[in-house]
């Protein structure tokens, strides 16, 4: 069951910023909120003047000697903080996107595999370009170079190499990383 009003002793903020009545030391510095040191003053008299200014007295660095406040908007600094904090958890995850390709594929079906490959350089993703060859094709590996080598120019204008083309078994691979 899920607490509810006065009975929340499990739920605690997370943030341990001291702010206004909140700050237990005698004497603080004090930095406004243009960013100006005010000097080192008895915290009431801080607490004063952020009311004058009609802002919070907020302790910023609680460890110096003496602890040092800043006058400020406490409401507006929380709101920046969490945007920030959202902004640096949706950056982009690179990934690897494969196309996969065959000596004797044809060279609309090629320009459709290096199209997709470009938009996935575009969107900041590797490419593992693949010549996959099956029975007899192992006899005509360099059919497979040629495709390999027509792919591997295309999407060099949009990314850079980042393993050249090698030959493990049946597969001949090499990829792509965006610029």
């Known amino acids: 069951m899920a607490p509810s009003g006065k009975h929340r002793k499990f739920e605690r903020e997370t943030d341990q910023t001291r702010i206004n009545a909140n700050i237990r030391e005698k004497q ?3 930095i ?4 100006q040191k005010l000097g080192v003053m008895d915290t009431r008299d801080a607490l004063a003047r952020a009311r004058d200014a009609g802002l919070d007295l907020v302790e910023v660095a609680p460890n110096a000697k003496p602890p040092v406040c800043r ?3 406490y409401g ?14 949706h950056a982009h995850q690179t990934k690897l996107k494969e196309i996969r390709l065959r000596p004797k594929t044809g060279q609309h079906d090629i320009e459709f595999k290096i199209k997709q490959a470009v938009g996935f350089l575009e969107h900041k993703d590797k490419v593992q370009v693949s010549v996959i060859f099956r029975g007899r094709e192992m006899a005509h590996i360099e059919e497979g170079r040629r495709v390999m080598e027509s792919v591997l120019e295309e999407l060099l204008k949009h990314g850079k190499l980042e393993t050249p083309p090698s030959q493990q078994g049946r597969r001949m691979m090499a990829t792509v990383a965006p610029k």
């Open 28 to 30: 603080v510095l004090v």
């Open 32 to 35: 406004d909120e243009d960013g």
């Open 71 to 73: 006058i400020m908007d």
């Open 76 to 89: 507006k600094y929380k709101y920046e903080q969490s945007k920030k904090k959202n902004s640096q958890t």
